[in-house]
Every structure is written in C-alpha cells, then in structure tokens.
C-alpha cells in the first residue's frame, strides 16, 4: 500500500474522510465547552473506564482541528505561546554520555539522529520545521503525538515522519500484554494503513489515570481562551453596532425647521465611522448642556476580562509577557528572572520531554538532548551555584578540584588540589594513601596514618615516637629543654623558674601556660611548629628522656571528672539506619541490573539477543560486557550521596554532645563533617568491590557455560545478592557508624582545647582483636595517636589506617579534661 506523505498538506487538495468510530463503545458523559464565537469543542471523560481495556478514552473527544483553528490561529495569547515554546526547538540536538547538565563529557558525531534531528527529518521537512511542528502538537493535541520512523533493510533509521494526531488510533492489547497491539493510521482517502508499535514514537505529556491519554494546557485554559476571544469579538461589535460618540451637545431648537432636526438626528446613526464625535442634540426651550459618552462601566469591563483572560492563559503554559515581547514595568533583573523561570519550569521539560521520545534509538548509556550551553537565561543557577560552591570550598567541604569542575573549568588533578582544606587552619584531608603521602601526611614506605607523618622538607626522624620527633628537633641545635624549644617557635620565651626542670611535661605545661596564642593539644605539632620556625632555641639536654616519661604518665594518669564517652547505643543506632539505607539500596541496584541484563541495548550483538524474524541480524556470539551491566562507578557515587546526609548528621549530633560535655557549647567544627564525608566515600568504595566481584562471577558463568542462558544469568545476580548482599550491608554499616562517631567525637574534641585527653576502651568480649585489647585503657592527649602494630591510628575506625586494623571495629574512646599540674 503506497504511502502518504505529509497528508496535512495533501488534505488540502483531497476531501477529507471521517476517522472511523471507536471499535467498543462505553456509557459517557459528555462535557461540553464553549471555546470560541461560532464552534464548540466537546471533551469526554468515561467515568472510570480508560481504553486500556479497549474502550475509547478521554482523548478520543478532543476536536484538534477545532483546536487548532478556533484555539491557536485566533487566540493571540495562545499563539505567542506556542510560538516562543516551541521556537526553542530549533536549537542542535546532541547525543553523549557522562558530563552534567551543561556539556556532556564525550559526544558521537555520527548517528542517524542527528542527521535526522540537526539536518532534514524527511524529504518535504527541516529538521527545524519537523521539531516545531512536533513542540506544536505536543502542546495542543491532548491525544499526544505520533511519529512514524522508517529503517533500511540493515535497520538503519533513515526518516521520520509526523502523523496527524486525530488519524492514528490506538489499539490496545485485547490481552492486556503488550499493553498496545498496533496503531491504525487512516489516510485522506480513507485507507488504514497498520503499524507496529516499534515504528511508532508516542509522545505525550502523561495524563495522571489514563494511560492512552495526554494533558494540554488548552484544556485548562480552555474557558479563559473562549472568555478571551469573545470579550474581543464583543469590543469590534461594540464598535460596528453602537458607534457611540464621545460626546454630546444638548441645545434648545425652539423654531428649528423638523428637516434640520432630522439631519441633526441622523448625526446619531451607529458605525465605527462615527464613534468619538461630538453631536449636536434639542433639548428644552433655554437651555444647553454637555453630555461626556466616551467612556462607561460597561468598556471598562471588557479591559478587567481581556486581562484577566490573557493572565489565565499564560499561565497555564508557563509564559511570562517578557518572554513574548512586553517587558515593560519590569527592571532587568525581573526580567532576566522570568526569563530563567521560563526556561527552568516550562521550556526544559518541554525540551527533555521531546527528546526522551528518541531514547530507544540508543545504546542504553547514551543520552540525547537539546545543547542548551549557548541559552544566558541558564548562567542565572550556575552563578549561584559557583557562589555556594565558593562558601563551601572556604569551609573546608569541597576540594579545589570539586569547584573547578563545578564552574565549568578543567581539574588541575593534583594531591593538592584533590584534598580537603578544614577551616580555619585550612588543614588539609587527602583523597587517598597516595595523595597523603605527598602531602607529608604519612610515610610512604610505612603506610601511616594521615596526620602522623612529618613535613618533607625536614630531616627524617629517628622514630616514630615524640621522643624521638624531639631528638631529632633538637639535633638541629641544642637546647635546655622542651619548653624552651616549644616557646623558642611561638616567639614568646616565657619566664622559666630556676633550676632544671623534672620531666618534658612540666616544661611543656610551663610552656603552654606563657602563650597567649590558641595551640593544639600535642607534643607533636609544638615539635613540627619549632621545626618550621628555624629559630635557633637556647641551651641543651636529653629531651627524648624526658618527653618518653612524660609520654608514660600521660597513658596511665587517671581522668578527671565525668567527661564523655560514647554509648554502644549511639554506635547501634546508626549502624541500624546505615544498615537499612544499604538494605534498600542493594535491592534497588538488583533490580535495576536484572532489567538491564533484560535491556535491548545490553543484549544487542551478543549471544543473548532473541531475533524477531529471521532477517533479524542484530545478534552475535558476543558475551555481555558485565561492566556495561553492573555499572559500578555509578552505584559508588550513589552509595556515598546515600549514606554522606546520614553520616553527617549522626556525626553533628555526636559532636554537640562531646562539647556540651567538655566546653558547654554546641560548636560543630567543619572537621566533624569531613569526618562523615571520608567514610561515605570509604563506603563507596566498598560498594565498588562488591560489585567487581559481580562482575566478575558474571563473566566467569559466561565463560563457563556456552550454552547459558539469560534466565541462569539473571538467576546468578539474584543468588550472589541473597548470599553476599546482607553481609556487605551489615560490615559496611558497622565501620560506618565506629568511624563516623569516633572521628566526630574526635573533631570536637580536639577543637575543645589542649587540655583534652581520651582514654581507649574496648566491649572486653571475644570479638575484640588482640591488638585491642592491648590498648583497653591507655590514655594520650587528644590530637596524639595511638600505636597499634607499628601503625598509627587517630580513633578507633580510622579510615586512613590499614584495613586489618579498623575492620568489624567496635571500640570508642573515654574523653576527659586533663587537670592542671
């Protein structure tokens, strides 16, 4: 059967054939609506039936003809509308994948797409004219629109075509399986022509209950353009019917001849040709007076309903009279914001709405859409976006790569500028072992913690104690005492007693209690701080003695008062919430894997692909690539913006509680927060090996077994969630809440004073590994850590310590305010 091309164009020379009834018919009722002077439009809404099961639906009542005619060409309000809607679509459509919102990272250059979308859709249309006529449709057909696609015989896709919304019908699956059967295009000449559903794009704005239905803003806005069109046809009859003049001149005519009266008279006639004249009318004998008829009640009316009208109907497209042209008692900046509210709520879904139609033509991890990059109306968001991002860069919780990225600019991808930089002393947390590692964070031979290793730029200690970090500080010249040494680089010597002191610890207190500077709680960073200062300190003697004893003393002197510790509680509780987030997320990532080893686009060109007919030449003997399924890195991110709100907001709770403990405040630091944001990420990368392994047990069923099939595929993924899914929620949730709590309770603590100490406990049951135990009990400065098989950790669940060390970890700290010797 030969195809119509453009039948909208040939209807005009063809007489026009009724679309054929409805198959079934249902009890309606019927709501009529006067849209416009001189025609109605009828819509129908069957009272809880929808043609899903064969009936005709609510959209089989909408006249688009009448529509378009009576609604569109004769209503300015909605013309201009649709107009500036829909002159958008001419901008380039693009086709790539990752990136944002703005540029896509990588993007194809060849596609039938985009020679279809950016060139010429068929050989009677533009590809600019076939999207306008597509946005038009959209937005006044309240059955959708309909677009036949057309492939070669190696299933290129080689046109697309427009149909005529009220000439398709659509035939639901009588069965309910295939939900629709086919779709049945009636021709001019009253020739149906059958076509299957995967040579057919149904766009529509999705009607809330009915499937088969779309939504129109004419709908409604269906009476304010009928009040809007008839309130102008009424002002133009006013005007050719009445004719009134805007004034009139009353004047005694005693003795006038009646023929000079009836010319007067006849000045009164109606017709827009006589309207605003002033006419001379009789009156009484004596007497003359003046009567204003220009304006009364009754026109003043038509202005308050042509404007309400006009309101009614821009706002049920989402238009703004400046986006239209009229952008006066407006500023600029209320000008530019409508623009942007134009563009954020109306003109990007509708733009995003048509190119999804697209989506099936691609490989599942390409993305089609309109290149908005050039529109100005979209830098409103982004400047804000960069001056939130600016606030929070200076808080210590975005990297200055995180911030280049996000206005736009390329990462500089250095140790530096990967890490976060805490306020106020801008200290920074390293993304990585490696990136510690050159930020003189931790020994890259020894693999310590964060925080634990020496500047660079210094001589190399001769161990990893504070004995020996103050050896090595005061062998670059000798000097009497610590004191001396810490008080030497703050630059205030403080006024020592007489006679040698005992221990480094006096001479560290007598050293503390001289400065007037804030100082952090640890004989280590007074150590770093004389080492940076290179300021020749005064005298000599065995330091490394004494800050050994002093060292000793501190990790076994008693607390003083209450302090603060937290509960098995806490650590339950939010191992609970992390645990139930990661329970939902893993059943999500199975579904979602499951449908993608169903997807199409996965299958394609692989052992897997079923043919629809036996020119099918899509398959192969390919296996499905596992990473393309699992898609790891995706669900990596995910698991950290899942867990980062829970985590920071158990780690803000815990931080209140430690202060309230030790300073009576409520202060959170930013540290605290990037504690939450470390394990998150940590977690992440959890999610990541887990679902490596996934990918590797599906490559490893692949490579097994030629003959599998895609049930036994799918039966894999479901038995690898059921057997390992519960255990990575349960181990992930656990160092999860030990880490986040810890470090949080650690932060504050730390910010509270140099005063702080924190005494290690264990649960003191079976579980608890022997390094552990060894640590019940042992009290150091806050700021100092701990020694646990040549490692350093700063808490318990230190994510930056080795794994063997934090894993299944369940221990806490004591906090207490060090009394003053």
Not at 225 to 247: E, M
Not at 638 to 656: D, F, G, K, S, V
Request: charged share 25%; glycine share 10%; with cysteine.
């Amino acid at each position: 059967m030969p195809r119509q091309w453009l039948p909208g164009l040939r209807g005009r020379l063809t007489p026009k054939t009724p679309v054929p009834a409805p198959r079934a018919a249902a009890p309606a009722s019927v709501e009529t609506k006067d849209l416009l002077a001189g025609g109605v439009y009828t819509s129908m809404s069957y009272a809880g039936v929808t043609n899903v099961w064969g009936t005709p639906g609510r959209a089989d009542g909408w006249d688009l003809e009448r529509v378009v005619i009576e609604g569109y060409e004769r209503s300015i309000w909605t013309f201009k509308s649709v107009e500036a809607i829909g002159k958008h679509t001419g901008l380039p459509i693009q086709i790539g994948r990752g990136g944002d919102e703005r540029r896509f990272k990588e993007t194809l250059k060849e596609h039938p797409l985009l020679r279809l979308l950016n060139q010429k859709a068929n050989p009677h249309e533009t590809a600019d004219v076939f999207k306008k006529r597509l946005s038009a449709q959209l937005l006044l057909s309240k059955k959708g629109v309909f677009i036949e696609k057309t492939y070669s015989r190696g299933g290129t896709l080689t046109r697309l075509d427009l149909m005529p919304p009220d000439r398709v019908q659509i035939i639901p699956d009588q069965r309910n399986g295939d939900y629709i059967s086919h779709y049945e295009f009636t021709n001019y000449a009253g020739q149906i022509r059958e076509l299957q559903p995967k040579h057919v794009i149904w766009l529509r704005d999705p009607h809330p209950t009915d499937p088969f239905c779309g939504v129109t803003p004419l709908e409604a806005a269906g009476l304010s353009v009928d009040l809007d069109v008839k309130a102008r046809t009424y002002n133009i009859s006013f005007i050719d019917n009445d004719g009134r003049p805007g004034g009139l001149v009353g004047v005694d005519l005693e003795g006038v001849d009646p023929a000079e009266v009836k010319r007067i008279q006849d000045r009164l006639a109606p017709g827009a040709h006589n309207a605003g004249q002033l006419t001379l009318v009789g009156m009484g004998p004596g007497g003359i007076s003046y009567v204003d008829t220009s304006a009364r009640p009754r026109e003043m009316a038509y202005e308050t309903l042509s404007s309400t009208a006009k309101n009614e109907i821009l706002s049920a497209f989402g238009m703004y009279e400046s986006i239209i042209g009229n952008a006066s008692e407006r500023t600029f900046n209320n000008a530019d914001r409508e623009e942007w509210n134009f563009w954020d709520h109306t003109e990007l879904p509708h733009l995003n709405l048509i190119a999804s139609a697209f989506d099936e033509d691609l490989d599942d991890d390409w993305t089609i859409r309109f290149d908005t990059s050039g529109v100005q109306a979209l830098e409103f968001p982004r400047r804000q976006a960069r001056e939130e991002a600016r606030k929070e860069f200076d808080a210590g919780l975005l990297t200055i790569d995180e911030y280049r990225e996000i206005a736009g600019r390329r990462p500089f991808n250095t140790p530096q500028s990967r890490a976060l930089w805490i306020s106020p002393q801008k200290a920074p947390i390293p993304a990585n072992a490696t990136d510690a590692a050159a930020l003189g964070l931790t020994d890259p031979s020894g693999g310590g913690a964060p925080g634990a290793g020496q500047n660079p730029a210094l001589p190399a200690a001769t161990g990893g104690s504070a004995a020996a970090d103050v050896a090595a500080a005061r062998g670059l010249e000798a000097a009497p005492t610590a004191a001396a040494d810490v008080a030497a680089a703050r630059g205030h010597l403080p006024e020592l007693p007489a006679g040698p002191a005992a221990t480094a610890a006096g001479d560290v207190t007598a050293a503390r209690a001289g400065s007037t500077q804030p100082v952090p709680g640890e004989a280590a960073e007074d150590v770093a701080a004389a080492r940076a200062s290179g300021m020749p300190p005064a005298g000599g003697g065995p330091a490394a003695d004494d800050v050994e004893a002093a060292r000793g003393q501190l990790e076994t002197k008693s607390l003083h008062g209450d302090g603060f510790e937290v509960t098995d509680a806490d650590f339950d509780a939010l191992a609970e919430a992390v645990e139930d987030a990661l329970t939902t997320l893993l059943a999500r990532q199975e579904g979602v894997i499951v449908a993608r080893l169903h997807a199409p686009k996965i299958r394609k060109h692989t052992r897997f692909w079923q043919p629809e007919n036996e020119h099918d030449t899509r398959g192969g003997t390919a296996n499905l690539d596992e990473d393309r399924v699992v898609s790891a890195s995706r669900w990596a991110e995910e698991t950290t913006n899942t867990l980062a709100p829970i985590l920071q907001q158990a780690a803000t709770a815990a931080a209140r509680k430690v202060g309230q403990a030790l300073t009576g405040t409520d202060t959170v630091p930013p540290a605290v927060l990037a504690a939450a944001l470390v394990t998150a990420m940590y977690a992440g990368e959890a999610m990541t090996a887990f679902l490596g392994d996934l990918a590797e047990t599906l490559h490893a069923a692949q490579d097994a077994h030629p003959d599998l099939d895609l049930d036994t595929l799918v039966h894999t993924v479901g038995g690898y969630y059921n057997a390992s899914g519960p255990g990575l929620a349960a181990r992930v949730a656990e160092s999860c809440a030990v880490s986040t709590i810890n470090g949080a309770v650690d932060a504050a603590a730390e910010s509270a004073g140099p005063d702080v100490v924190r005494t290690w406990i264990t649960r003191q049951d079976a579980r608890v590994r022997p390094a552990h135990k060894a640590l019940q009990g042992k009290t150091l400065p806050v700021g100092i850590p701990y020694e646990v098989d040549g490692f350093q950790l700063r808490y318990p669940g230190d994510p930056f310590a080795p794994i063997a060390l934090t894993r299944n970890c369940r221990c806490r700290l004591h906090y207490a305010t060090d009394p003053k010797e």
